[in-house]
């Protein structure tokens, strides 16, 4: 039973390192942070969570899960034609991930906002991860409210925020989480390393690329979240590049 109603944790995962917060409801308080752990590789997750959660307050408090996107996939899915059943669509996502990322979808975990009607997201996190973490949660009772990848949270807090045919981007380290929106919908998510000292004239580069490649137009405006570089925190200086607007990070 959850003991808190008015707080929960957040526990972001990354391929390197874990991160416990508490998130304050109905409050515009950043969380606070309450313990980090560091990660020497994603098969010991399990030990890393028992280290972040050791001497805290969290039995009985409701828990969302974060994962990096590294550690993750994230995929469009075309329904096929005529499809009638979830099963089609489950079939079709394991079809399309098997065929980009050549890995059985068997160990993987597969959620998709399922649609027969448009093309949709799908996502796949490691059965190993997941049973880590659901372990940790009977260990420490805590009841997991979501487990769910970091592109997929900042989609979920901004995409209402989004103008008209603006993209979306979500940087995260070293990593930009491209979206390309058309008419209101995802079209498409790449993700793209960011170099050192990336600027508007590197983004806009890197976004007209992926536009031409995906066969769209090349969006005027990019609608940023995350750990911006301090050059795409600002206004792009010059309209030859594509303009850009800082979103709160995801809360």
């Known amino acids: 039973m959850l003991k808190n109603f008015t707080q929960s944790l957040r526990i972001e995962i ?4 874990l991160r416990l917060l508490r998130v304050r409801r109905w409050s515009k308080a950043a ?3 309450l313990a980090g752990q560091q990660l020497a590789a994603p098969d ?5 969570l028992d280290a972040l959660l050791a001497g805290q307050d969290v039995s009985g408090m409701a828990a ?31 079809l399309r991930f098997h065929t980009l990322y050549g890995e059985l979808p068997a160990a993987w975990h597969i959620s998709a906002d399922w649609s027969a009607a448009e093309p949709f997201m ?23 409210t979501a487990i769910v990848p970091h592109f997929v949270l900042a989609w979920n807090r901004h995409a209402g925020a989004l103008k008209d045919n603006a993209w979306f981007g979500v940087v995260q380290g070293s990593v930009l989480a491209l979206a390309a929106c ?30 031409l490649l995906l066969g769209l137009a090349a969006p005027s405006l990019i609608q940023l979240s995350g750990e911006l570089p301090p050059a795409l925190a ?7 590049h594509i303009a850009t607007a800082a979103l709160g990070a995801a809360a």
Not at 14 to 17: F, L, N, P, S
Not at 122 to 144: D, F, G, M, N, W
């Open 234 to 240: 600002k206004p792009a200086s010059t309209d030859k």
């Open 64 to 94: 969302c899960f974060v994962l990096s996107d590294e550690l993750v996939r994230l995929w469009q899915v075309a329904p096929p034609a005529q499809a009638a059943r979830l099963a089609d669509l489950e079939a079709a996502a394991a």
């Open 31 to 33: 969380p606070e942070l």
């Open 122 to 144: 799908a996502a796949a996190i490691p059965r190993v991860l997941q049973a880590a973490i659901e372990a940790a949660c009977t260990k420490h009772a805590l009841t997991a």
């Open 14 to 17: 990354t391929g390197q390192a």
């Open 44 to 48: 010991v997750l399990g030990a890393a």
């Open 182 to 211: 058309e008419d209101g919908q995802l079209r498409a998510l790449r993700h793209i390393a960011v170099p050192h000292g990336a600027d508007h004239y590197w983004l806009t580069q890197a976004a007209q690329r992926e536009a």
